[in-house]
């Protein structure tokens, strides 16, 4: 009998998974996948950047690399970086493989097996994973429309335990799609100065704004680059590129740079030079902007999409969010209900949707539905809305 580790076995597969795999039927409509539609990939355009390259880059691409990221794309990402106004030259930046793989590395640099984190409620699931894996007690603290619930921090900021760290995801919530006020990042901000937890910025589905208005809300906490605080901010070119290049970023201090980077090295040697490549290129075309601003126009017509059968269809007592960019929009339910069982009758109906529990470290709170819109066509999710709406109805009347 193999002996396991104790992490490993703390690692749990969502019973979510198994109904899932009813709902692989090719005419079900799925609002589960919090992944970019296939036909929005930019493939004519990084075809032709990579028949543009010399003969060396092109074999780079084929090569192992450095761990911290290939000179080139560090140089370019920075410049991405330094226009949102983050301090890049005061930190040091990585290259992971996604940015899962930043929060995996950072979970393995802070956390020893029964140490607390602190995260949202509801959770990026990703997030979970990664800090479990390294046997993290997860305290997930509520999150309202503004952002995380800042009586509940302050209490966990002064307990004679402190927590290794808070991860939060600020701008266009997986899945709560809230993007937090400035008014919290900033009470944010002076709670955890001087209290020795570092603060990890998920930043995954900024650029992805619809408004022009919101631009100062998205301003990232690590841009303000507060005094006493460790800031170890994250990215990833997944939704403003593609998620199969499997890459993202840290941007952290030195200090924590420094061992992050070793367990870069001992996990992968350095992400796919392939990807690096195409993803430098990218950038250095300007391409990189231009297709922001195209996909953003068409996840924001999606969502209004949305957002306008859902306004026709759900039933009132169903509270959800209007989106301001990002993939989700969250559905709460009245106290009680089970959305497994409306789940099993929405597969019925031929919609399928990830339920609540999924993003509750506990497992347990399952009164709440995430729906991505990004991967729909408009008359998929005018077909798909009311299937969904009609399974409320059957379960909560
Ligand atoms: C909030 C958030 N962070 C991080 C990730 C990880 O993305 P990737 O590893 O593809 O960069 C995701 C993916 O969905 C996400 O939603």
Same mark, same amino acid.
């Given at each position: 009998?193999?002996?396991?580790?104790? $992490?490993?076995?703390?690692?749990? $597969?969502?019973?979510?998974?198994? &109904?899932?795999?009813?709902?692989?039927?090719?005419?079900?409509?799925?609002?589960?996948?919090?992944?970019?539609?296939?036909?929005?990939?930019?493939?004519?355009?990084?075809?032709?950047?990579?028949?543009?390259?010399?003969?060396?880059?092109?074999?780079?691409?084929?090569?192992?690399?450095?761990?911290?990221?290939?000179? $080139?794309?560090?140089e370019s990402l920075g410049g991405f970086l330094e226009r949102k106004g983050l301090p890049v030259k005061s930190n040091r930046l990585l290259i992971t493989t996604g940015s899962q793989q930043a929060l995996?590395?950072?979970?393995?640099?802070?956390?020893?097996?029964?140490?607390?984190?602190?995260?949202?409620?509801?959770?990026? !699931?990703?997030?979970i994973a990664a800090f479990?894996?390294?046997?993290?007690? !997860?305290?997930?603290?509520?999150?309202?429309?503004?952002?995380?619930?800042?009586?509940?921090?302050?209490?966990?900021?002064?307990?004679?335990?402190p927590a290794k760290f808070l991860y939060i995801t600020p701008y266009f919530h997986n899945p709560a799609g809230l993007l937090y006020s400035s008014l919290r990042k900033r009470q944010l901000i002076e709670t955890l100065q001087g209290s020795d937890i570092p603060l990890i910025e998920d930043d995954a589905y900024g650029d992805l704004w619809f408004s022009e208005e919101d631009r100062d809300r998205l301003q990232p906490i690590k841009s303000i680059d507060p005094e006493g605080i460790d800031i170890c901010y994250t990215g990833s070119f997944s939704k403003i590129l593609g998620p199969?290049?499997?890459?993202?970023? &840290?941007?952290?201090?030195?200090? !924590?740079?420094?061992?992050?980077?070793?367990?870069?090295?001992?996990?992968?040697?350095?992400?796919?030079?392939?990807s690096q490549v195409i993803a430098d290129a990218f950038i250095r075309s300007g391409k990189i902007d231009s297709y922001i601003a195209s996909v953003r126009q068409e996840y924001k017509r999606r969502a209004a999409c949305m957002t306008e059968a859902l306004r026709k269809h759900l039933p009132d007592y169903v509270k959800w969010n209007e989106p301001k960019g990002?993939?989700?929009?969250?559905?709460?339910?009245?106290?009680?209900?089970?959305?497994?069982? !409306?789940?099993?009758?929405?597969?019925?109906?031929?919609?399928?949707?990830?339920?609540?529990?999924?993003?509750?470290?506990?497992?347990?709170?399952?009164? $709440?539905?995430?729906?991505?819109y990004c991967n729909n066509n408009p008359e998929e999710i005018e077909r798909g809305i009311p299937i969904v709406a009609n399974a409320i109805r059957k379960v909560c009347g």
């Open positions: 009998m193999p002996r396991f580790s104790t $992490s490993v076995s703390a690692l749990r $597969s969502s019973a979510i998974r198994e &109904l899932m795999s009813l709902a692989s039927r090719p005419d079900i409509i799925s609002f589960a996948g919090g992944m970019p539609g296939n036909e929005l990939f930019p493939v004519d355009e990084v075809e032709a950047l990579f028949k543009s390259l010399d003969l060396k880059a092109k074999q780079a691409a084929f090569q192992y690399g450095p761990t911290p990221g290939l000179p $080139s794309l560090l995996n590395i950072l979970g393995r640099a802070f956390v020893d097996p029964g140490d607390r984190v602190l995260t949202e409620y509801p959770c990026f !699931i990703g997030a479990r894996s390294c046997g993290a007690e !997860i305290v997930a603290l509520p999150v309202d429309e503004e952002g995380i619930d800042i009586a509940r921090l302050v209490e966990e900021v002064r307990r004679p335990d199969g290049l499997r890459l993202g970023w &840290l941007l952290a201090p030195e200090s !924590i740079w420094e061992k992050c980077e070793l367990i870069k090295q001992s996990a992968d040697a350095c992400s796919p030079s392939f990002g993939f989700y929009i969250w559905l709460t339910l009245p106290e009680g209900a089970d959305a497994t069982v !409306i789940l099993k009758h929405a597969i019925e109906g031929g919609a399928v949707f990830v339920t609540g529990s999924t993003f509750d470290p506990d497992g347990t709170r399952n009164n $709440s539905i995430r729906l991505s």
